[in-house]
């Protein structure tokens, strides 16, 4: 009885810090980022209107690297959201306890990260609402469809049904929580605005059942659709005939990226973040030791992906193949290859040794490596395959311009401004999951 | 006077402060042989929807049979684009090029089964509910929170305001209140 009733003591310290904003105000740095953040949005903001105005030329694309950073920033982008359902699904299909308490932050990862990952596919083609057309399929006045063997094809259906899933996963997920908010709240637009979100919740037994399943089955289903959704990324790629991109790898080697990146960006917020709000307990060393050795894993196919493209090139015989590698590790963007393997495989090798998966400090610095290290890997792949192509005459290299820079930076804007709102107005760490795992706790 | 009163009331509530004295509470409600009867949590408490006689639900197969709906749609939408009203001739590809329509076909699947399993559950709770009497029970607002509750409707058959009173209170609660329609 005596355990019981420190259960629900504990319950309601769940509660005061999943509410997050009740518990402490912004201290100055943060409010320094705050303002950091909004002119990053800002800035992404005025990048878009003059791209309207001017239409892509004003990016660095030329005519061999026809994809520059639009792609590569898509891709960035995408994998890093696979972290979120990774925990959110798969991690609670294998009953991996430990996702509760960052699983809620990592799905809102996952929806912000894809709404950044959206802009590029919608912005490259310059003017977005005369595209809709052959980006969906819809009965229009010309009486003309999408082409449906093309992978990019596959990418619209591909991207907008991962953001569809995510959204009604995490919102599922939030609405007992929404339920906890109306009824402690003591302001009436709270208890209005958290009501309608509730949705009349009251937390039924008859509702749970139901609600529980749903919940499996949504998991369930997002296993194989985050699966699908890089693997169909790769396929962009794949599908074509350039050297260094017609590989069969790719879909397992992009996956494993995204996973790789998706937890480092996801470390890359949760240390700040139990920092700050003072969640230590929640988040504690067990999660981010847990989360560097999903890391590790992932990073170390990521590296045999590596090895295999070498491989494949020396061992397909194929001019072109052996060519691409070659320009690839001696060409003229050799810098950046060699900067690739230093940040995705030789610096995480650190994740080896217990000290740097549990050290704040050590693991923050190792992620931002691979954070770097996953973005120059999709640059080195875009543009090394294209800016040496079939013909020599043709040949040239890639010069990102202002724009492509400001866009790209105004995603990280777009991304921290709502990851903060997220943080203010929502619960952050499920609170009916801490719940239930507290109770199953005092029951042993 | 006596019948009015009865008619605006929705049930009897009784609050416990543990998941396990809910589970035991409403098991030896339904022994009692008491069917309109539902419990209140703030976290899905197991083995509950058995101990009050709720049938296990059908959401999977709504599911099951979503997901094909939606791979149906998937490949005849493709299908139907590529091959009957807008044939091209993309590379000497065949029109029917089946192994290129997976994807579209695979995503909708996923996408169908998905929104129904969410959309499924609301639904058959009868959610968005905004109004339902049992909030107007003042200590309920800590359902959400830390406090468990037990509700016999008075529209069950061996509902009697007295007697279901006396047998609420034999389960030991810690409060038992009127819930108001």
Redesign the interface.
């Known amino acids: 009885?005596a355990s019981?009733?420190l259960?629900?003591q504990r319950?309601?310290i769940a509660?005061q810090f999943g509410l997050g904003l009740e518990i402490s105000k912004p201290s100055m740095n943060l409010l320094r980022s705050h303002s950091l953040k909004h002119l990053l949005l800002a800035c992404l903001g005025g990048s878009i209107g003059y791209l309207f105005w001017q239409g892509v030329g004003i990016w660095g694309n030329n005519n061999p690297v026809g994809w520059g950073w639009a792609i590569i920033n898509f891709v960035w982008w995408i994998g890093i959201g696979h972290a979120g359902t990774l925990i959110s699904a798969v991690l609670l299909l294998f009953r991996q306890k430990w996702r509760t308490s960052i699983n809620r932050a990592a799905e809102a990862m996952t929806i912000f990260a894809v709404l950044c990952a959206m802009q590029f596919p919608l912005l490259h083609t310059g003017r977005p609402w005369l595209a809709c057309y052959w980006l969906l399929?819809y009965p229009n006045s010309m009486?003309?469809?999408?082409?449906?063997?093309s992978?990019l094809?596959?990418d619209v259906?591909?991207v907008s049904?991962y953001l569809?899933?995510s959204l009604?996963?995490w919102?599922?997920g939030l609405?007992?929580d929404f339920?906890?908010m109306?009824?402690?709240t003591k302001n009436r637009i709270g208890q209005v605005i958290y009501?309608?979100l509730s949705?009349?919740?009251?937390?039924?037994?008859?509702?749970?059942?139901?609600?529980?399943?749903?919940s499996l089955?949504?998991a369930g289903?997002?296993t194989?659709?985050v699966l699908?959704v890089h693997s169909?990324v790769s396929?962009d790629f794949a599908v074509a005939l350039i050297p260094g991109w017609h590989t069969t790898i790719f879909p397992p080697y992009f996956v494993a990226g995204a996973i790789y990146a998706g937890f480092a960006m996801v470390l890359t917020l949760m240390i700040p973040m139990r920092m700050i709000y003072g969640l230590e307990d929640f988040i504690n060393e067990r999660h981010l030791n847990n989360m560097a050795k999903v890391m590790l894993a992932s990073g170390m196919i990521v590296a045999y992906g590596y090895f295999m493209e070498q491989l494949i090139a020396w061992y397909s015989a194929s001019t072109y193949e052996g060519f691409m590698m070659q320009n690839r590790m001696h060409g003229p963007y050799s810098a950046y290859y060699f900067a690739l393997i230093l940040c995705n495989i030789v610096v995480p090798q650190l994740l080896w040794i217990r000290y740097f998966r549990t050290n704040m400090f050590w693991l923050f610095f190792v992620c931002q490596f691979i954070n770097v290290g996953m973005w120059l890997e999709r640059f080195i792949i875009v543009v090394t395959s294209l800016h040496r192509d079939f013909m020599p005459s043709s040949w040239d290299m890639f010069h990102p311009t202002i724009w492509d820079i400001t866009i790209y930076v105004g995603t990280i804007g777009l991304f921290t401004v709502l990851f903060f709102l997220f943080i203010r107005g929502l619960p952050m760490i499920s609170l009916?999951e801490i719940?239930?795992l507290l109770?199953s706790k005092d029951h042993k | 006077m006596q019948h009015e009163e009865e008619s605006t009331l929705f049930g009897l509530m009784a609050e416990f402060e543990t998941p396990d004295d809910l589970l035991a509470a409403a098991k030896a409600t339904f022994a009692a042989g008491y069917r309109k009867i539902d419990g209140y949590s703030p976290l899905p408490v197991h083995g509950l929807g058995d101990a009050i006689g709720f049938p296990r639900t059908k959401l999977p197969w709504l599911v099951f049979c979503f997901g094909i709906l939606g791979g149906i749609c998937g490949y005849g939408l493709c299908y139907w684009v590529s091959v009957i009203d807008y044939p091209m001739n993309i590379a000497g590809k065949p029109l029917h090029s089946g192994p290129m329509f997976i994807p579209v076909t695979f995503e909708l699947t996923i996408l169908f089964a998905a929104l129904s399993s969410a959309f499924g559950m609301f639904i058959a709770n009868g959610l968005p509910q905004p109004y339902h009497p049992v909030f107007n029970v003042e200590s309920f607002a800590r359902a959400s929170q830390d406090r468990f509750f037990l509700s016999i409707e008075a529209d069950d058959p061996q509902f009697d305001l007295d007697k279901t009173r006396n047998f609420l209170n034999g389960l030991n609660p810690h409060e038992v209140a009127e819930v108001e329609n």
């Open positions: 009885m019981q009733g259960a629900s319950c309601f509660f399929p009486d003309m469809w999408p082409q449906f063997r992978p094809m596959w259906f591909a049904t569809t899933v009604v996963f919102f599922v609405v007992p339920a906890s109306r009824d402690r009501g309608m949705l009349g919740w009251r937390g039924s037994a008859i509702h749970w059942e139901r609600y529980e399943m749903a089955l949504l289903l997002s194989p659709l699908s169909v396929f009916h719940r239930a109770v």
